[in-house]
C-alpha cells in the first residue's frame, strides 16, 4: 500500500508564500499521476495542481501563476511552491497519487496539511 505524508503546513498572511512536501514511498515513476488537492470547510475536494505522465504540470485556474508542483525523482518528493497567498487558499491540503491500469484508478492519499491564511 503507498504512503504519503504531507509536511509544510502553517499559518501564513495573505501575500506569503509555504512550500508543501509530499514524502511518496514508492518510486513515483510508477504513477500515472502525482498531485496536490485540497478541502475547505464546507467545500469538495479539489485539485490544485498534479504532475501527469510526461512530465506535464496542469494547474486549478485559481493557482495558476501563484502555485508550483514539483518533484525530485530520486528522492521520491512531490512539492508545492505557494506564493502570494489569499485567504481563499486557506484549506487541508492532500497530496495524491493515481495509478491508471486495465483494473481501473488506484488512488492514495495522505493524511493532509493545514493551511491557513490569515492576517
Known amino acids: 500500500q503507498v504512503q504519503l505524508v504531507e509536511s509544510g503546513g502553517g499559518l501564513v498572511q495573505p501575500g506569503g508564500s509555504l512550500r508543501l512536501s509530499c514524502a511518496v514511498s514508492e518510486s513515483i515513476f510508477s504513477f500515472t499521476t502525482t498531485g496536490w488537492y485540497r478541502q475547505a470547510p464546507g467545500k469538495q475536494r479539489e485539485l490544485v495542481a498534479a504532475?501527469?505522465?510526461?512530465?506535464?504540470?496542469i494547474y486549478a485556474d485559481s493557482v495558476k501563476g501563484r502555485f508550483t508542483i514539483s518533484r525530485e525523482n530520486a528522492k521520491n518528493m512531490v512539492y508545492l511552491q505557494m506564493n502570494s497567498l489569499k485567504s481563499e487558499d486557506t484549506a487541508v491540503y492532500y497530496c495524491?497519487?493515481?495509478?491508471?491500469?486495465?483494473?481501473?484508478?488506484?488512488?492514495?492519499w495522505g493524511q493532509g496539511t493545514q493551511v491557513t491564511v490569515s492576517s
Open positions: 495524491n497519487t493515481k495509478r491508471w491500469s486495465a483494473l481501473g484508478t488506484k488512488d492514495s
Open positions: 504532475i501527469i505522465t510526461g512530465g506535464n504540470t
